[in-house]
């Protein structure tokens, strides 16, 4: 069974960091690009990062320098560093896999349950 499971998220102040953690199990962690996207109440899905099987790292403009994100293959694990946040941070995130994953969110095979993100101003 494939499981992503994400972690961290919570209540910030603005100008304040959080690590969002995805856990996943039931593929071959190493042959996906893992992803996380973001959904604010009344928007649609974004992508805000990804980091590809070969390591590459891609990120939306809105969170570029602000946002890391990175993996650990020997534990299955992909990681969203984010500082200065803002209040339009503020979404539902998702971790997302694909093989072949954009930040349009094509190409995502599986996809976690999603944390709540809350940037207070």
């Known amino acids: 069974e494939v499981q992503l499971v994400e972690s961290g998220g919570g209540l910030v102040q603005a100008g304040g960091s959080l690590r969002l953690s995805c856990a996943a199990s039931?593929?071959?962690?190493?042959?996906?690009?893992i992803g996380w996207f973001r959904q604010a109440p009344g928007k649609e899905r974004e992508g805000a990062c990804i980091?590809?099987?070969?390591?590459?790292?891609y990120y939306t403009n809105s969170v570029r320098g602000r946002f890391t994100i990175s993996r650990d293959n020997a534990k299955n694990t992909v990681y969203l560093q984010m500082n200065n946040l803002k209040p339009e941070d503020t979404a539902v995130y998702y971790c997302?896999?694909?093989?072949?994953?954009?930040?349009?969110?094509?190409?995502?095979?599986?996809w976690g349950q999603g944390t709540q993100v809350t940037v207070s101003s």
């Open positions: 980091s590809s099987s070969d390591g590459s790292t």
């Open positions: 997302s896999a694909g093989l072949y994953l954009h930040l349009g969110a094509y190409g995502a095979d599986y």
């Open positions: 039931g593929f071959t962690f190493d042959d996906y690009a």
